[in-house]
Structure formats: C-alpha cells, structure tokens
C-alpha cells in the first residue's frame, strides 16, 4: 500500500468525551469515528486490524473443526418467544416491528437461530458433532455504551455454537472450543487469564470467560498464584454458588407451603456450610411499599463486610429479613460503594449486612417469579443455574486480596479485566424449549447438547491497544497492526535516490507477503513519524540521503523506538 493511494486521518487530540486511552488513541489514529453512542464507523485504518483479528479467530475456528455460516442481523420474534428470552432478556435486546407489525429483533447473540437451523437440518447422530459459527454484527442496547469499541452498541462478535449426542460429548466440544481460544489469544499476542464465570443471560451451567488483563478493565477478577483457581468476582464473591453449581444434578422443586413466609429461602441458604471467604450471597425476596401493598420480588445481593460467616450473623440477619427491609438512602449507598446508586434503586441494609444491588423480576429468571408466590416455596435451587447476581456486582470491591481461595490452596489476588471471550456449555437449555432433536442409533429422538462460545472481535482491538501503548500512541502486536512495516522516505519528492531504495525495498517486501506501507506524502520526518508512532506500525524503515551514502538505512521497532542502522543490502532480508 501506498500512503497516497490510503487514507490516513491522524489527529492532535481525541475529543473530550473520549475516556481511556485505548479509545482516545483509536480515534487520534483514525481508526474509528463516532456516529451515535456506542455505534462506530470503522475508518479504512482500523477496519485494517478488524480484518487481521478476523482473520486469526476464523483460521482457529476452521482448525477446531467449527464451519462458518452467517445468520441475519435481524430475527423473528418468534423464535425468542419460543425460549422465553422475549420476555426475559431486558432492555438490552432491540425490538421493532415492521410494516405488518410483526416483531423483530436485532440479534445480540443467534441461539434461537442457530437451533432452529439444527432442528430442521440435523436429521441424525450421524451428522453430530458438528459446531456452526458466525462472524457477525451485534447489537445490544447497552445501559451504558462507552470506551469506544469496548462497550459498543453495535459490535462485531464472532460466535459459535456447538451440537452433540452426549452432556459427556458436548464437555468434549467446549474443551475444544477453550482450547482454540487460547490459540487465539496467544497468537493476538495479549496477556490473558481464563476465568471461571456468570453465564448470564445466555444461561448453562458452565462457562468461563477469556479476560485480557488491564487496568481499565470493567471486570474484576481474582485467581490464586498457587492453584489454577481464577474467577471473575461476579462469582468470587460468593463462591458458595460456585460450590453449588458443581452440584448441577439437583433440580427446583415447587412446593406448596401455605402460610410460610418466603424468606424460609433465606433460612435454607443460611443452612448451608460456608467457606470461610465467604463474603457475598444473592437472594430473592418479595417486599412492601409504605402502605403494605406487595412489590414485585427483588432480587438482593448481602455483602458480608469484615470476617463474618452468615452462620454468624444468621439469627440476626432473618430478624431484619422478616421483620422487612429498612431501604437505604442514596445517600448511604453513595457512602458505602462511592458512586451515586443510579440504576441500583433502593435497597435494603440490615445491620452489618450490606444488600447493595436489586432487581426486579423482569430480567431475572423464572425462579424468582416463583418464589415470591403467595403460598409457594421453592427448594433444591440450582444457584448457578437458577438465580445469579446482578450485572452490578462487577463494581464492588468487597473481596480482598489475602482472603483465602475458595479451593483453599493459598490466597487470593486481584486484576482488572477485559472479557473478550466467553464459553459456556448449554445442553439442552435452548434445544427442549425449541425441541431440536435427532435421531439416536435406535431411531429415538434425542435432544441435542449445546454449548455456545463468544469473541469479542472488535471489543479485542481496545484491548490490545490497552496492553499497548505509550504516550506517543498504539504498539500493535505484529499480528493486528493496519501495517507490518512502514517505510519512510526522508524526501521521496526530491531525492531520486531515496525514492528508488524506498520502491525496491517496497517491492520486495510486497512480494514477500510482508503488509507494508509506504509513505509517499512527502511529509516532514517529524510528521510522518508522529503518524506512525500514533498509529503503531511496528517496524519502521526510514531512507535518507545521508544514511544511503554510506549504504545504510535506519530501522526502528516500535516498541522501543531505538534506531539501528542497517545495511540497505539486509534490511530485506531482517524484515521478511
Ligand atoms: P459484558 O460482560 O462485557 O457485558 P457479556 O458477558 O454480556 O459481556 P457475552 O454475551 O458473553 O458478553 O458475549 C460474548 C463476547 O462479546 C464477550 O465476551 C465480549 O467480548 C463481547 N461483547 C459483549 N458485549 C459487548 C459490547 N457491548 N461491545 C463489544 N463487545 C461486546
Ligand atoms: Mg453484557
Ligand atoms: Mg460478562
Ligand atoms: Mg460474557
């Protein structure tokens, strides 16, 4: 490529909204540029690293034996009425109607689509296993878009979902998947952590998230240095949930319990044997306004402050559940966590328990619907599976370094985090309600195992930029720079010289299949190296009368910007 035949459109300075730097220095380097919130053009530059970032997860994919399709933005109603995500995914699915007023969506994840492809393609468990995925626009109308491509509105993602006979062999897909995204991401060249996860909206009883590790991560993770133990503090904070989510087996029972008060939940989850760092437990709860009418059920996170066990402060905390909530005060909200509770809205803090998050019903699960009937009890509540604490609890810090891993084999430290993947296993959670089946070796329908697996594609392009940078700008891993190698003549306009070393040595490096650019505007040095460095080329070749005279010109890495004269007869050869 040639400069003059590209367009380059650096600036001085980001625009003022722009917050963390990978953001700010995409702009500047004209990577992207803003349209709505969260909702980018990708300016030819960074569509450049999109491309390459693309490029390696698709390899990965097509390695692990997974086959792309691509499935539309836009999807029927239908389909997410029939799993219930209609009703239950919130505000962050975009709906619309069209001209015949019927329902859409824009896609924000396709496992209703993928599964309805399943169920009518897949006849027999001859065709399985099989792994479909997608590189594809997302959109999620995100509570709140920022930090440019990492929290976009509309994003690229790549996602794959997975089809076995077998739970057994559907483990078998997922270890699969975890293992090429670890190929990705070592071939990204980023600095990652897997880590155990929520599986969220999505649902299953398994996932793990891929974080790549940076301060301004909005994760929060901890992990034992002597154990494989790593999690994102979603789950850190109670890992008795994650002690029962090992118990995948017990099922919820409804139970009829006329005239019992619903906080006999509470009473069961304070029953349990804890661990010693314990610090956090979720629970659903119904309640009152002023006048005593009922609310719809809540659901609360309690953050236990200091060493307490429940089993501690047990008796005294179902005194303040049954006797009803004293609801806090923004104020005392804004005391305790150090920012305004906006979207938290009210909550309820017994003495020496915290409830700092709350929800209502409409974007939790069923569960909850259930145990605040009148009457009804739930039991055997799979917590992993059937209740999980609100997206807030990625904000509080109520873990410390130093506490004791839950595996108990040292103690825990903390990083921030960028979640840039993310595998679950599923079985059969979208397959029963769509009834996607095959035909098993005696001719009986089976229902199909799922897993499902994410990669932020544009998301991982902050990332990078937030493990690389200095204050002059981007330092891309060789494998997702726009550019491998700039070459920067010093006068191309006036030098015949110059301008013959710099087209042969752009010659052989294109015939070499190395991605070079040639920078042809005839800037000054100083100005054409700012944009470089801004933009994060990592191999720098600059021609000059002076350094051909003596057969040499100079190299530069980006990453420590030290010049090195090399012989024009080997820069070739130490560049390709
Ligand atoms: P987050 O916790 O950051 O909101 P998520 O858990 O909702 O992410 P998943 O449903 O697991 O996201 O989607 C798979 C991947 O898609 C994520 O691991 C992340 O890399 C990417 N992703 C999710 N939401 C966004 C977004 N708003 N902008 C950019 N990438 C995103
Ligand atoms: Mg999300
Ligand atoms: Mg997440
Ligand atoms: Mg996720």
New binding site residues.
């Given amino acids: 490529m040639r400069a003059k035949q590209f367009f380059i459109s650096t600036q001085k300075e980001a625009p003022a909204d722009a917050e963390i730097v990978s953001q700010k220095l995409m702009l500047r380097a004209g990577m992207i540029r803003k349209l709505a919130a969260g909702v980018y053009n990708y300016m030819p530059m960074g569509l450049r690293s999109l491309k390459k970032i693309e490029r390696i997860v698709r390899e990965e994919m097509d390695r692990a034996g997974a086959i792309e399709l691509l499935m539309p933005i836009v999807q029927p109603a239908e389909l997410w009425q029939e799993t219930g995500r209609w009703q239950k995914y919130g505000s962050e699915l975009l709906r619309f109607k069209d001209r015949h007023d019927r329902d859409f969506v824009l896609q924000p994840?396709s496992e209703e689509v993928v599964t309805d492809i399943a169920r009518q393609e897949i006849k027999s468990w001859r065709q399985l296993p099989v792994n479909f995925y997608q590189i594809q626009t997302k959109f999620?109308d995100?509570r709140r878009?920022r930090f440019g491509?990492?929290?976009?509105?509309d994003?690229v993602?790549k996602d794959a979902y997975s089809f076995d006979r077998t739970a057994e062999d559907a483990g078998k897909s997922y270890d699969k998947m975890f293992e090429a995204y670890c190929r990705i991401f070592d071939r990204l060249g980023l600095v990652y952590r897997a880590v155990r996860a929520d599986s969220?909206s999505?649902g299953g009883s398994r996932s793990q998230?891929f974080q790549v590790i940076a301060d301004t991560g909005?994760?929060l993770i901890v992990f034992c240095p002597d154990s494989e133990y790593a999690a994102n503090i979603e789950l850190a904070e109670a890992p008795c949930l994650i002690e029962k989510r090992a118990e995948a087996t017990e099922t919820m029972e409804k139970v009829p319990t006329p005239g019992r008060d619903k906080c006999e939940l509470v009473v069961e989850l304070l029953n349990k044997p804890l661990t010693a760092s314990v610090k956090s437990i979720v629970l659903a709860v119904d309640h009152q306004d002023e006048k005593g009418n009922p609310l719809p059920a809540k659901i609360v996170l309690l953050l236990l402050r200091g060493d307490h066990t429940l089993n501690e402060v047990k008796a005294e905390k179902l005194e303040a559940l049954k006797g009803g909530f004293r609801f806090a005060t923004d104020k005392e909200i804004e005391d305790t966590f150090g920012s305004k509770p906006g979207y938290l809205g009210p909550v309820g803090i017994p003495k020496d328990v915290t409830i700092v998050a709350d929800t209502t019903v409409a974007n939790m699960s069923d569960f909850i619907v259930g145990a605040n009937e009148e009457g009804y009890h739930i039991r055997g509540v799979n917590w992993g599976r059937d209740l999980r604490e609100p997206d807030v609890v990625a904000d509080i810090r109520n873990v410390v370094e130093g506490d004791v891993s839950p595996d108990g084999k040292g103690t825990l430290k903390m990083q921030r985090g960028i979640?840039?993947?993310?595998v679950f296993f599923l079985g059969d959670k979208y397959s029963a309600p769509m009834n996607a089946t095959y035909l098993d070796e005696n001719g009986k329908p089976q229902l199909l195992q799922m897993g499902c697996y994410?990669?932020?594609i544009?998301?991982l392009l902050g990332a990078a930029i937030e493990q690389g940078h200095d204050d002059k700008g981007i330092i891309w891993p060789d494998s997702i720079a726009p550019f491998t190698v700039v070459i920067c003549p010093v006068g191309y306009d006036k030098s015949e010289e110059v301008q013959k070393a710099s087209n042969e040595l752009y010659g052989r490096l294109r015939e070499a299949g190395i991605d070079v650019i040639l920078d042809d505007r005839g800037l000054r040095p100083g100005v054409m190296f700012a944009d470089w460095e801004l933009i994060g080329v990592p191999h720098r070749v600059t021609i000059g009368d002076r350094g051909l005279k003596n057969g040499e010109v100079e190299y530069a890495h980006r990453g420590d910007l030290q010049n090195e004269n090399v012989p024009v007869t080997e820069i070739a050869d130490k560049l390709i």
């Fill in positions: 994840t999620r995100e878009p491509v990492m929290r976009g509105r994003f993602m969220g999505i998230e909005e994760d979640e840039v993947g993310h994410g990669i932020g544009s998301r």
